[in-house]
Every structure is written in structure tokens, then in C-alpha cells.
């Protein structure tokens, strides 16, 4: 059992406004939780599949209603015990031990996919939800809040309706998706109606408030006139309905005279648009959240390190070897040879992944053994089959360089780290790579409201890959990698059973995750990529197998490993075909085309600083990599 303590990370203060809504929300949410426990109740009175379904659909009905309360309240409770996804997962903070799925996911998959569910095992599981509410009841009838809490979880909502609902993240069987983000959007709009003592005050108020309820209402009414998943036209409804409501909760919010709450979070709710780059904290995908200062020279700095060899322990190898801009900062290659065997160089068992958007994500490598981009930059430079170097040797020898003596004391300035430390590298590196952002594709532009953008075909693929394809509950929305949004908290791992070359004769021999932690669950799991620019960054997959998009699409027609005859007890990707058309692969390719964006991302450093001593230390090439 999870502590509930601990869930609440962000500060809740106690007292209220001049005109708050704190109170008037609690009847309502512990009313729908309350209702949420009788439906489930009805599930061990009932003897028919179709009395079990209505009843589960009941519960569903009002836990969506308060999703995005005890989403917000309560993360740990939601992910692990009450709504979190149908594969197996592991906390270290929570247990040593993989965390087997819990809650109405699992109750789904018994009633949806079976006629005669284990009766047993669906009253037990249907008990333990029961419980989890009794104790979230508990919890919240004394927790205190800010109003300023209350319309930010509702600008999340819309980001979680965005990025998990409509992309298959629950609701798997039932394909309830679209309905219930109906569901959603009527919690929202309870929770607005406790602001009403505000707009009664002023008429900027009254006029966003009024704003605010029409909108919702006309959201409400497009998802209620196609409520079929597959078939539901997602962006037009992101950008028609989703856009305009988050800014005018941000219009309403400012209306109100409410601050903004101070919690560290990947979203910056206060921008006019949810899925853009300039929504997300950077600072908050890092391990030094507070050391803003002088990022800008870091950047700059970081730029000329990563192109220069001077950080391997041959003087041959810069992180650009591997990470090419001009292919969107891979290098082309199956996997990777570090370089050629008469320099001792060994190889990479691995393909190397695109850099583009590397700090939005909170897992590196594609075991996931990294969890801070810090962590991953002195890994790759310490590794013996990558750069083979050491800080601290890397730091003696950028002392012997008079422009990098000037560019460390110019971008770490009155601190110890200007006189160049481990650390300072470190900092310039990943300032730099937060710069490679790679958000203003023609998707995107679509997002922002741009329509000529997409073709009636990529707008068609999207859908595709958001429903009957079911890549988007593992690519999520708007960044299409796997740290799961809008917490952006951890980053999920997948058991897909990638062949050992495109013959697909064979599983491939590498256990991705399983040798970090030791379990079992993990045996050929691996982290889920970015596929943003995938159009740039062939071969596919862990180990390059594929060549083309196409192939790898048909992979996951097909059903994964699993679907093409592989042993795997733990595949995470369904393994029976996904009944695609030749049409349907075609729209998914062309959307995937609609996510290329290198802007302001390829240009090189024009040559390397020299050394005091130029004998010294010798290095090969200029900054341009090879």
C-alpha cells in the first residue's frame, strides 16, 4: 500500500481567498467517489457480462468525472493501484519488485475481453479499488488548497485528454476513450462552477467565465457527436476545442487575480499554448533545477566540447561522431563503430538515438540506466566502447587552451567551476543539448493552428497511429517519446520483441533493461523513442534491424516478436495483427514525414581552439565530424 502522504508533491496552503472556491468543491468530488464505490459495488451482485459492464462502465463514468483531481493529488495512487496502465512496473523508490497492474484497467480487460471472466479474481480486484477510494475519501475530506490548484489541474486535464485518452492509454478494450473525455471535460467544468463567487465580482470575470462554459459546452458536444474511437478526428478537436479552452483558463485564471502556483513541473501553464516549445521547463528535466545563471554561455560553450575530441581519451572522438547534425544528430549506422580497429576502438551494440529533443525525457540509453541527461553525459564520455575518457583528465587538458580558459570563465563566472571542473563540462554539454529542440514541424504548426499545414491523408495517419495502429498509447503525444505526459515524471519500457536483423527470423539476443535491474518482467524491455524526425533517422529499432519505415510499420502489424513466432513471456505490445490496409500504412507514413523539424540545429563550430602547446595533445580533423 501506498503511503498517500507522499502524493501530494506540490505545495497545498491552507486558507482561503477573498472569494475562493475551496470548499465548495469537496462535497462534489467525495459525491463522485462515493458513486465511483456503489457502481462497484453492483460488479459481485450481478451474474451476466452485461450487467458486470454496465456497472464497471458506472464507476468509470464518475471516476473521470474526478480524474483530474486525484490525478493531481494523488499521482503514485493513480498510476500504481487505481488507473495505470496493463503492464507490469517498477519503482525503485516504491519496492525493489515489479509492481503488477492494478485497479480499472485490470477490471477492463476481464470484463472486455473475456465473456466469462475469472468471477473470483474480478471480485478481488474490484475490492482492492473500492479500498484505494475508501482511503483517497478519507484523504481528501480534510486536504487543503488554492484556487490557483484547482484551475491548473483542470489545464492538465486537457493535456492528459490530448496526450493519454485520445491515444488509447486506458480504456484499451472498452474503447470508451472519446466518451469518457466527455467525462473529463464534465468534472471540469463542476470544478469551474465553484467560481461563480468570483465572476460575480467584476466583468472581466463574468465575460471569461461565460467564455469558459461555452466553450466547454461546444467541446462536450463535438466529442458526444462521434464518440467512436477509431474513426474520431483528433486534431481538429486539439486544435478547435483543446486550444481555445486552455487559453481562456489562462484568461480566467489572470481574470480571477490568482497567482500561479510555485511547484516545479514539466509544463509551464501560464503559456497560451499547451504543446509548444515553449511550454515545457527544461528545468525541470534536470538534475540542477536552480543553476539558471549564464545558461546562454553555457550553451554556446557546450556547442564547441561537443564537437571537439578532446573529451575521449584518444583525442579522436567527439560526441558528434555519433550524433550528426546533419542526420538529426545520428549517424546512419545499424549500430555504432566507435571508430576503426587499428586505434583500438571498439564497437557499440547498439543504434544510436537521435538527440533531438534528448532533454525531454527523463530516461537515457535505451536500458533507461540513466535517469538525468548529467548522469548520460559522463557515462558516454567514461565508457570504454564510446569515448573512453575521463572528466578530470578532460578538464586538465582544457586548461592548456587559452580560448576555453576564457569561454569557462566567461560562462561560470564568480564560481569555482570558471577555472574548468568536471562538473562545468557537464553543465556546458547539456545546456547545449537543450537547445536541440525540434518542435516546429509541420504537425506542429498544424497544432498552433496553421490547418494548410497537414493533408487530409497525414491528418488520416495520425488518427491511425493514435487508435486502430495503438502507437500512441506507447508514443505520447505532443513529444512522441515515452516519458509519460503531462507529469513527465518516469519514462516507460517496452517489451516488443525487435528481431535480430530485418530476415525476422529471430529474436534478438539483447535483454535491453532486464541486466539493469535484475527482473524478469524487464528481459528485452527497452525505453521508448522519440520517433519525432524518424523520417531522418534510419536504420530502426534498438539494433538497426530495419532499414525503412515501412518495415518497421509492418512490425508492429504484425503483432511485435511475439506475433512473428518469438518466445516472449512479457511483451508489452499486443501480438495479434492490427488488421492495417496498404492504405492505412501508407496515411500512418505520411504523418510520421509531418514530424521532421532540424531548425536551428545543424549548423558546426568553424574549427577547434588551439593549445598553448600544440605538441601537447594532438587532434584529429576539424569540427566538422566525418
Known amino acids: 500500500m501506498l503511503g498517500l502522504a507522499v502524493s501530494v508533491q506540490f505545495a497545498w496552503q491552507s486558507g482561503e481567498a477573498n472569494h475562493s472556491a475551496s470548499e465548495k468543491w469537496r462535497s462534489w468530488l467525495l459525491t463522485e467517489l462515493a458513486q465511483t464505490q456503489a457502481a462497484l459495488n453492483q460488479i459481485p451482485l450481478s451474474q451476466h457480462p452485461t450487467a458486470w459492464r454496465k456497472s464497471y462502465r458506472e464507476a468509470r463514468r464518475h471516476y473521470k468525472r474526478v480524474e483530474l483531481f486525484v490525478e493531481y493529488c494523488s499521482p503514485r495512487e493513480a498510476k500504481y493501484l487505481i488507473n495505470g496502465p496493463l503492464v507490469p512496473k517498477h519503482d525503485p523508490d516504491v519496492s525493489p519488485d515489479m509492481q503488477e497492474p492494478r485497479g480499472f484497467q485490470v477490471i477492463e480487460e476481464m470484463l ?7 468471477t473470483v479474481r474480478l471480485n478481488a480486484e474490484a475490492r482492492m479499488l473500492k479500498k484505494q477510494l475508501t482511503s483517497l475519501v478519507g484523504y481528501y475530506t480534510g ?31 472498452s474503447q470508451t476513450n472519446v466518451e469518457e473525455s466527455d467525462w473529463c471535460l464534465e468534472g471540469m467544468e463542476a470544478v469551474l462552477r465553484c467560481f461563480q463567487t468570483y465572476v460575480s465580482q467584476q466583468a472581466s470575470g463574468q465575460q471569461d467565465y461565460r467564455a469558459l462554459i461555452r466553450q466547454l459546452t461546444a467541446s462536450r458536444k463535438a466529442l458526444q457527436s462521434h464518440p467512436q474511437y477509431d474513426t474520431f478526428d483528433r486534431l481538429p478537436f486539439i486544435t478547435d476545442h483543446l486550444n481555445p479552452l486552455n487559453r481562456l483558463l489562462v484568461a480566467f485564471h489572470q481574470s480571477c487575480g490568482l497567482p500561479w502556483t510555485d511547484r516545479q513541473a514539466a509544463i509551464q501553464l501560464k503559456t497560451g499554448f499547451l504543446f509548444g516549445k515553449e511550454s515545457f521547463d527544461l528545468r525541470f528535466f534536470s538534475m540542477y533545477f536552480d543553476d539558471t545563471l549564464h545558461v546562454r554561455e553555457q550553451a554556446q560553450l557546450g556547442k564547441q566540447l561537443f564537437f571537439d575530441p578532446i573529451l575521449s581519451g ?17 549517424d546512419g549506422l545499424p549500430t555504432r563503430a566507435s571508430g576503426s580497429e587499428e586505434n583500438g576502438e571498439k564497437s557499440i551494440a547498439r543504434n544510436t538515438p537521435t538527440l533531438l529533443n534528448v532533454a525531454l525525457q527523463k530516461a537515457f540509453f535505451y536500458d533507461g540506466r540513466a535517469y538525468q541527461l548529467e548522469q548520460q553525459v ?14 578530470e583528465e578532460a578538464a586538465r587538458r582544457l586548461r592548456q587552451v587559452p580560448s576555453y580558459r576564457q569561454g569557462f570563465a566567461q560562462a561560470f563566472p564568480a564560481s569555482p567551476d570558471s577555472v574548468i571542473t568536471p562538473y562545468a563540462i557537464q553543465k556546458a554539454l547539456i545546456e547545449y543539448e537543450k537547445t536541440l529542440l525540434s518542435l516546429n514541424s509541420p504537425f506542429d504548426r ?19 497511429f493514435a487508435g486502430k495502429a495503438l502507437c500512441g498509447s506507447c508514443h505520447f503525444f505532443p513529444l512522441f517519446n515515452g516519458t509519460v505526459p503531462p507529469a513527465y515524471s518516469d519514462s516507460e519500457m517496452e517489451v516488443i520483441g525487435s528481431p535480430a536483423d530485418a530476415s525476422n527470423h529471430q529474436l534478438d539476443a539483447d535483454e535491453g533493461r532486464g541486466p539493469v535491474t535484475g527482473l524478469d518482467a524487464h528481459r528485452f524491455a527497452f525505453k521508448t523513442p522519440t520517433i519525432r524526425n524518424v523520417a531522418l533517422t534510419a536504420p530502426y529499432m534498438h539494433n538497426g534491424a530495419y532499414n525503412t519505415l515501412e518495415e518497421v510499420i509492418d512490425f508492429y502489424h504484425r503483432g511485435g516478436g511475439k506475433g512473428m513466432g518469438f518466445p516472449l513471456e512479457h511483451q508489452t505490445l499486443p501480438f495479434d495483427s492490427l488488421s492495417l490496409t496498404a492504405t492505412d500504412k501508407e496515411d500512418i507514413l505520411l504523418f510520421l514525414h509531418t514530424l521532421t523539424d532540424t531548425t536551428g540545429t545543424t549548423s558546426y563550430p568553424p574549427a577547434f581552439p588551439l593549445f598553448d602547446e600544440p605538441k601537447a595533445t594532438q587532434r584529429s580533423g576539424t569540427a566538422v565530424p566525418h
Do not use: W
Request: charged share 20%.
Open 378 to 391: 559522463s557515462d558516454v564520455v567514461h565508457n570504454p566502447h564510446e569515448m573512453q575518457g575521463n572528466l
Open 112 to 118: 472486455f475481453a473475456s465473456d466469462a471472466p475469472d
Open 143 to 173: 486536504i487543503e488548497m488554492t484556487d490557483e490548484a484547482l484551475l491548473e489541474m483542470c489545464q492538465l486535464q486537457l493535456f492528459r485528454i490530448a496526450a493519454l485518452n485520445l491515444n488509447g492509454y486506458d480504456a484499451t478494450f
Open 446 to 464: 498544424y497544432l498552433r493552428g496553421e490547418k494548410q499545414s497537414l493533408s487530409k491523408r497525414e491528418i488520416r495517419g495520425y488518427n491511425l
Open 314 to 330: 584518444n583525442n579522436r572522438v567527439s560526441c558528434a561522431s555519433c550524433h550528426q547534425p546533419a542526420r538529426a544528430f545520428t
